[in-house]
């Protein structure tokens, strides 16, 4: 249920407002949600797989999330 709402909220924010969804609250929770799985992900890459800092040490990985985000909208 989840999921679909946050799909309309995506697809057409009028349609889902005016099925009674708070537009604004959802968009402001997917964000911080993909905001904290973001630092989580930082936090893991330099703290567990690297422990200490060592250059290219993400190899590239910056990169193909750009991409990813690029291509999948």
Same mark, same amino acid.
């Given at each position: 249920?989840?999921?679909?709402?946050?799909?309309?909220? =995506?697809?057409n924010h009028t349609s889902a407002?005016?099925?009674? *969804?708070?537009?604004?609250g959802i968009r402001f929770l997917a964000i911080a949600a993909g905001g904290a799985l973001a630092g989580?992900? =930082?936090?893991?890459?330099?703290?567990?797989?690297?422990?200490? *800092?060592?250059e290219g040490m993400t190899a590239g990985r910056g990169w193909i999330a750009l991409a990813l985000?690029?291509?999948?909208?």
């Open positions: 249920r989840a999921g679909l709402i946050l799909r309309a909220v =995506g697809e407002h005016s099925l009674g *969804f708070s537009v604004m989580i992900g =930082g936090s893991y890459l330099t703290l567990v797989q690297t422990p200490l *800092f060592v985000v690029v291509f999948a909208s």
